[in-house]
């Protein structure tokens, strides 16, 4: 099964001015993608973080990661083609 990694990135995260000074959250929280990025860097499981936020669904938890993924892609290509 393919994923449209940018579909569900725009489903799944949402920033706003008005919540949490624009941070990323994912849509319909206030939860931070950097929470859910810290959580899973820390060794929490998809399934720990879901425990942790009820709220929560695995698609979110990996929506966030793909998010992150992304952006951190975009900012090493930003540093690689600096001169």
Same mark, same amino acid.
């Given at each position: 099964v393919m994923i #449209?990694? #940018?579909a569900a990135i725009q489903n799944r995260i949402h920033q706003d001015p008005e919540? =949490?000074?624009?941070?990323?959250v994912i849509r319909g929280t206030r939860i931070p @993608? %950097? @929470? @859910?990025?810290d959580l899973f860097s820390n060794g929490y499981s998809e399934a720990e973080i879901i425990d942790d936020f009820p709220d929560l669904y695995v698609e979110d938890v990996r929506a966030a990661l793909a998010y %992150? =993924?992304?952006r951190s892609e975009s900012a090493r290509d930003q540093l690689l083609d600096t001169p």
């Open positions: #449209d990694i #940018d919540i =949490l000074c624009g941070k990323p @993608v %950097y @929470v @859910v990025i %992150y =993924l992304r």
